[in-house]
């Protein structure tokens, strides 16, 4: 249904001052358009209503019907908006969290090779004799480290035990109390002696190569 019907046409129609194939035409309308027959109804029950009235009637009902459809429009889009909002937010939390653990993975496999690798490379095992209170300044971890770094050419596995005293911080006065190879005695005395800064007065190391 248009809008605005034209009054004219209701009268005539109410009136019987249209032909007949008018009335066929306006009666095939009514039949298809549920406000058309209640306009005509409405106007056959006012029995002639005044023109002026039944059009702001009409413009009332059109006004009607106009703000009926623009609020259902807007609620419509409104929810498509919110559907793709929320939508794309999920998707992002989704992207987030697969990198997130991505990452987690990566490092978790990396720090698990370096472990491996540290664990397979590490030949050195120490323990300090009796009565010994010297120790590395930077502390026995990079200590130890640090001898498996000058040892790893060494092919050789083995023994070392060596006393030593602690002079302004360097170690002096170094005695072999026991070896299984002797060029590996010399490189550990040496490294003891020229690498190592300590602390403390009197230093004794049991240190077995793998």
């Known amino acids: 249904m248009e809008n605005n019907y034209q009054l004219t046409r209701i009268h005539n129609y109410v009136m019987g001052l249209m032909s007949k194939e008018d009335m066929y035409a306006m009666e095939r309308e009514a039949l ?6 209640d306009a005509i109804d409405g106007y056959r029950l006012q029995n002639g209503v005044d023109a002026q009235q039944l059009s702001l009637l009409q413009q009332r009902l059109a006004r009607k019907l106009e703000t009926k459809a623009a609020d259902k429009h807007k609620r419509y889009f409104s929810w ?17 969290s ?10 978790k496999t990396v720090r698990t090779t370096e472990v491996i690798l540290m664990e397979q490379d590490m030949r050195v095992q120490m323990e300090t004799l009796a009565k010994a209170d ?3 300044t930077s ?11 000058e040892i790893r050419d060494v ?8 006393t030593f005293d602690v002079v302004d911080g360097r170690a ?7 070896t ?26 049991s240190i077995h190569i793998q």
Not at 155 to 162: F, I, L
Not at 172 to 178: A, D, G, R
């Open 32 to 37: 298809e358009d549920p406000f058309l027959q």
């Open 80 to 96: 498509q908006r919110l559907t793709i909002g929320m939508a794309a937010a999920v998707l992002f939390l989704v992207a987030c």
């Open 98 to 107: 697969l990198v997130f653990f991505k990452y987690l993975n990566q490092q």
């Open 134 to 136: 010297a120790e590395p």
């Open 139 to 149: 502390g026995w971890g990079a200590f130890v480290e640090t001898l498996n770094s």
């Open 155 to 162: 092919s050789t596995a083995g023994d070392v035990q060596v």
């Open 172 to 178: 002096k006065n170094i005695s072999v109390l026991k």
């Open 180 to 205: 299984s190879d002797q060029e590996l005695a010399t490189r550990i005395s040496s490294f003891i002696q020229q690498q190592v800064e300590w602390k403390g007065k009197q230093g004794g190391l």
